[in-house]
């Protein structure tokens, strides 16, 4: 028998939409051109549909034109520093708050510039900008004498490049670091313009702190009714949920959580009826597992030496009950170097190396919500018992395995015995862009 056409219409539009909604989420910025091209005329073939979806669920705007798709995103988590922005197609250093003064500067020098501009007269306005004596009462200096300068600079215009703001159109950035060449990029005005994802303009911003600016420039509208209330914890939960490893139960105030109790169901079944993610709930929090493994920017396991050394401090950290000091990891990576470090590259096999290990495979623990640091200890987290390794069972055929008899396990038990559990995705976090 075969399937009215109707139906099967409406199973395509369902995928098409699914699948324009995943590419946001992995680049809330995208471009008619580039390699994107397909993703972006996806999106703006549902853009009325996908608008309304992301107001209504998460407070993000959508704003399509006929160059640019640009879901403005904003966390839900204002305070995790665990997602840097990063060189684009380079080294994985993270960016600096160095960098991050200069990307600001930059793109302001950027909108008031012209259409064309060369990296050199970029760095002249930046220069004069950086000698505001507020930014240099707070530590930040920029003259281009040092080559570690202009390294940084060269990063921002990456990452500039990488997010379709700069064009190039000839020269290279490595010979204006060492002073050999210059480079002349297009800029792409509309594409600047709808960079900042912001509810209020910076420049309006009136508070003193860090913190407290950082607030007001995600702040919703006053919130003077029990509906407005509970649709800003609606929205706050549905953006966790979307961007965050694990959304923690402890992690909640009191009246988030009882929402989130509450209304548990209707949110996880929105965010997969969108989506394709599939909610696992468990005694300490919820996450939101991507069966397809596209929509993470951080992974566990990964392949390579930093991979190993990761998935081995996992296993260790979860058998833990406590605090672990990073001393203590980095003896643990040189008593596994003499055990695996046959198979590890040679620089990770050298004296001194522990530490640049133990702190990469911490940042990663930490970027998946599997462990929290606080000062110079490691705290391991519900969600890092998947990568607990339990006692070997040899299993006698016909006979279940243990813990098998049907009954949901409510907690982040440890996996069957003798094997590792499997990944726990992140999804991806754009915070930066």
């Not at 209504?56 to 798709?69: C, I, K, P």
Request: with cysteine; glycine share 8%.
């Amino acid at each position: 028998m075969s399937t009215p056409l109707a139906q099967v219409l409406e199973g395509q539009h369902a995928a098409d939409v699914r699948k324009a909604a995943r590419a946001l989420l992995a680049e809330p910025l995208l471009l008619a051109r580039g390699p994107h091209a397909d993703a972006f005329r996806l999106v703006r073939r549902h853009a009325t549909e996908l608008r309304e979806w992301f107001d209504r669920n998460t407070g993000w705007s959508l704003q399509v034109d006929a160059e640019t798709a640009r879901l403005r995103k904003t966390p839900g988590t204002l305070t995790d520093p665990t997602h840097p922005a990063r060189e684009a197609k380079r080294s994985a250093v993270p960016f600096t708050r160095r960098r991050y003064v200069l990307l600001c500067l930059a793109l302001a020098a950027l909108e008031r510039g012209e259409a064309q501009i060369a990296l050199g007269r970029l760095a002249e306005q930046v220069v004069l900008d950086a000698a505001d004596p507020q930014l240099t009462a707070s530590g930040i200096e920029f003259t281009l004498d040092r080559r570690d300068e202009r390294l940084d600079l060269a990063a921002v215009v990456r990452l500039l490049l990488s997010l379709g703001v700069l064009r190039r159109v000839a020269g290279d950035e490595e010979a204006y670091v060492s002073g050999a060449g210059d480079v002349l990029y297009d800029v792409e005005r509309r594409v600047l313009a709808g960079l900042l994802a912001a509810r209020r303009g910076p420049s309006l911003i009136q508070a003193a702190t860090f913190e407290e600016r950082l607030s007001e420039l995600v702040a919703e509208t006053a919130l003077d009714s029990d509906d407005l209330r509970f649709r800003a914890m609606r929205r706050s939960l549905t953006r966790r949920l979307l961007d965050d490893p694990v959304l923690y139960y402890d992690d909640l105030t009191d009246a988030e959580l009882a929402y989130l109790t509450r209304q548990r169901g209707f949110l996880t079944a929105r965010i997969g009826e969108l989506t394709g993610l599939v909610a696992e709930v468990r005694a300490e929090g919820i996450a939101m597992v991507d069966p397809d493994d596209s929509l993470t920017d951080v992974r566990m396991p990964e392949q390579g030496t930093h991979g190993h050394i990761t998935l081995l401090l996992a296993e260790h950290l979860a058998a833990c009950s406590g605090p672990v000091l990073m001393g203590e990891l980095e003896r643990r990576v040189r008593e596994l170097a003499a055990e695996h470090g046959g198979f590890w590259a040679k620089s990770a096999r050298e004296p001194g190396a522990e530490g640049e290990l133990v702190e990469q495979a911490v940042s990663r623990l930490a970027a998946l919500a599997l462990v929290s640091r606080t000062g110079d200890a490691v705290v391991p987290r519900p969600a890092l018992a998947r990568y607990a390794v339990g006692e070997t069972v040899v299993l006698e055929p016909g006979k279940p395995a243990p813990g098998k008899s049907g009954s949901r396990r409510s907690g982040a038990g440890t996996p069957a015995a003798g094997h590792l559990a499997p990944e726990l995705p992140a999804q991806r976090r754009t915070t930066r862009r």
